[in-house]
């Protein structure tokens, strides 16, 4: 379905996704309740008096997680609470005549940052997940951002302005391979996230409170649109393997499509090697704190 609003286009992929038009920038917005809720014992959703909903999910074992969504489906918290009651908070925009969450239905502004200036070599601020062994996967994940994060950052901030993103260093899972059109992972290929899952486990364990981001990626043929529903379901198909088969906790990963706008081998034509998935650790972006 397509709406329009003045000057932006809003198509409706499915139940859980939206795809935003506006000027000349284009994103994808993707409701992860179907994702969290999966096998879970219970799942409900409430209405509050300024607009949010708020979408509790009930694990088998009485955990809960709490996610509240502004009336536009943009993410304002999540919370996971454990039986006894401790509460670890993932996810908190900071509201205020200062520092809001400015996107309402729209793209939002961009973020202005100088280039980005590296003083490491690149094969360790990019690690290729296909000859990196445990320890590098997890020294990369858990190592400080790559230049000072100014503030905190809202998550709508962060998945939509890229730059924001470099400030961090990432892993390509270059171990999975999709075919063209596809966002399917066969079983014959789950083995190849092992180490990755293990990283993550490790790294949750040590601090419930991390966040990490899956990016997935397109080449150049086909749509803008397309691409950016086919990179969003790759990020998501990825997510939920490392839930199922490594016991990450659905709430520690954030899911995001960008479609073909970060090309690894700039080509127009059909590029296995675009067809990708990214991983980094946000918990720096997200808190409060200057790094």
Same mark, same amino acid.
Not at 89 to 109: F, K, S
Not at 121 to 146: C, G
Not at 159 to 185: C, H, M, P, Q
């Given at each position: ?63 809960? !997680? ?70 590098? !996967? ?46 399917? !992972? ?106």
């Amino acid at each position: 379905m397509i709406e329009r609003d003045n000057d932006r286009t809003i198509i409706r992929d499915g139940e859980d996704r939206v795809i935003i038009r506006e000027d000349n920038r284009i994103i994808i917005q993707n409701d992860d309740s179907g994702r969290l809720s999966r096998n879970a014992r219970d799942v409900r959703t409430d209405r509050r008096p300024n607009g949010n909903t708020a979408t509790t999910v009930v694990r088998p074992n009485g955990t809960r !997680i709490v996610t509240v969504r502004d009336e536009f489906g943009n993410i304002v918290s999540r919370t996971r609470v454990d039986p006894a009651g401790r509460e670890i908070v993932l996810i908190e925009e900071h509201r205020g005549p200062d520092r809001r969450d400015r996107y309402g239905r729209g793209i939002g502004p961009i973020i202005e940052l100088p280039p980005l200036v590296l003083d490491i070599p690149r094969e360790r601020y990019i690690v290729e997940a296909d000859e990196a062994p445990l320890p590098l !996967i997890e020294e990369t994940l858990i190592a400080p951002p790559v230049e000072r994060v100014e503030r905190a950052y809202s998550l709508g901030e962060i998945r939509r302005n890229y730059r924001i993103l470099e400030k961090v260093r990432s892993i390509d899972l270059n171990t999975i391979n999709f075919e063209f059109g596809a966002w399917e !992972i066969g079983d014959d290929q789950i083995d190849r996230l092992e180490t990755i899952g293990t990283a993550i486990e490790d790294i949750v364990k040590k601090n419930p409170e991390e966040v990490f981001l899956i990016e997935g990626h397109t080449d150049a043929v086909g749509s803008d649109e397309d691409n950016l529903a086919l990179s969003d379901r790759r990020a998501e198909s990825v997510a939920i393997i490392l839930t199922e088969h490594f016991d990450i906790p659905a709430e520690n990963l954030i899911t995001q499509g960008y479609g073909e706008e970060q090309l690894k081998v700039q080509t127009e034509s059909e590029e296995r090697e675009n067809r990708r998935v990214t991983l980094r650790r946000i918990t720096p972006l997200l808190t409060s704190n200057a790094q």
